[in-house]
């Protein structure tokens, strides 16, 4: 790789940052606390948001990170998890904004069908994708030729368009973008879970249409629709919007190349070799029109068969194949050896969403979810939407001729 491109990733990036404000005095003195936890966990192994926070460069921007002293709890809580399960797992972060009504009602149906299977049983899961039995997520799109699902579908999507963008619907749909550590992508207000999870986009609503999907997947009657979306007036902050979920996917080792790979912004592989080839020398400091206009000439140049583009696709191909960008090598590293990995704050990773494991209890996935609602009504909400789930389940019951 040229000398100017691999300077053109260090330097290139802070184009694309937000302006870091400096954090209230309650924000750093919570960011010191977890600091020296850091320090005295060093000789036990760091997990994965440690070993970010470990990184000096990391370090200069944690003290000026907002919205820490409001999520304590949360923080605390996420950073147990990983400490507990960072022998068998590896940990994801995602923030998901107004869909928390749907989580609810999804996992209440399953359950009520299925029963509490695997790690509902200790609420350990949550649902990311809400209609039963989606084909759109059937593995079995996703296999074959001896590759691993991941892989399969890396292979097609790029011999098929050139290159990942999963800005478009139709990859967005089955690819769930994740940071690798809570703080991670620091600086970054495109990519940063913490930013999405604290900074939710204040006019998203509950999408009725994708509700009735969701209900009719399980087999209940949609009557009681209205009832289930006027609970959302429960779920709203002080200024009237819905807010966002902070979501921890724990993902067992023996299971996350099946279903991961490390990515970049737009879903593409991390490579700080081949993504200057894709796009450009300057292209870490492009904005995000930018970078799609980038990315779009690319895929052009493909299908008019360049043939540096078609030796640069190759490449890629056969590094995908030859597990360049499997997580397990690169979170095993991550944790080890954080300071010794170039770019280790903008790594992400992207996850294959299917069926049989990351919409599957049963399949050793963990989900856990974060938010800060207000408790007293969220006490209320439960309460109703548990009233209005029984009324469903009878109503379903009823109709299909079950004995009360």
């Not at 507990?84 to 609810?104: G, N, R, V």
């Not at 969403?353 to 989900?367: E, F, M």
Request: with cysteine.
């Amino acid at each position: 790789m040229q000398k100017k491109g691999i300077i053109a990733f260090y330097l290139g990036l802070f184009n694309c940052l937000f302006v870091l404000v400096y954090a209230a005095p309650e924000d750093v003195a919570i960011i010191n606390r977890l600091l020296r936890q850091i320090s005295e966990d060093k000789e036990v192994g760091f997990t994965q948001s440690q070993a970010h926070m470990s990184v000096q460069d990391n370090q200069r921007n944690l003290n000026r990170l907002s919205d820490v002293a409001r999520n304590e709890q949360n923080i605390q809580q996420a950073f147990q998890r990983e400490r507990e399960f960072k022998s068998s797992y590896y940990i994801f972060y995602t923030a998901i904004p107004y869909m928390h009504l749907f989580q609810d009602v999804t996992r209440k149906m399953y359950r009520r069908i299925f029963g509490k299977v695997g790690a509902l049983q200790n609420k350990a899961f949550q649902f990311i994708r809400y209609n039963l039995a989606d084909p759109t997520y059937n593995t079995a799109r996703f296999t074959g030729a001896a590759k691993t699902p991941i892989k399969r579908f890396l292979t097609d999507e790029i011999q098929r368009s050139g290159m990942i963008d999963d800005n478009e619907i139709r990859l967005k749909t089955i690819l769930v973008s994740t940071n690798l550590a809570l703080f991670a992508n620091l600086g970054m207000t495109g990519e940063s879970t913490w930013f999405f999870f604290n900074n939710p986009q204040p006019w998203g609503e509950v999408r009725r249409d994708w509700l009735e999907e969701s209900i009719k997947s399980y087999g209940y009657s949609t009557q009681f629709i209205d009832e289930i979306i006027s609970l959302t007036e429960y779920l709203k902050d002080e200024e009237g919007n819905l807010g966002s979920d902070l979501f921890q996917i724990l993902i067992p080792k023996d299971l996350i190349d099946q279903i991961g790979y490390l990515s970049w912004r737009l879903g593409i592989p991390f490579d700080i070799e081949l993504i200057p080839k894709i796009l450009g020398q300057d292209v870490y400091g492009l904005s995000f029109l930018e970078l799609k206009n980038s990315l779009m000439k690319f895929r052009e140049e493909y299908h008019r068969k360049n043939p540096e583009v078609f030796a640069t696709v190759s490449e890629v191909i056969r590094r995908i194949n030859e597990g360049y960008y499997d997580l397990s090598y690169h979170l095993e590293r991550y944790i080890t050896i954080p300071s010794k990995i170039r770019m280790l704050n903008y790594r992400q990773a992207r996850l294959l969403i299917t069926n049989d494991i990351l919409l599957n209890p049963v399949s050793g996935i963990r989900v856990y979810r974060y938010n800060n609602l207000n408790q007293e009504k969220e006490k209320v909400y439960k309460e109703r939407l548990k009233e209005v789930i029984n009324r469903m389940e009878q109503e379903r019951k009823d109709r299909i001729g079950v004995k009360r």
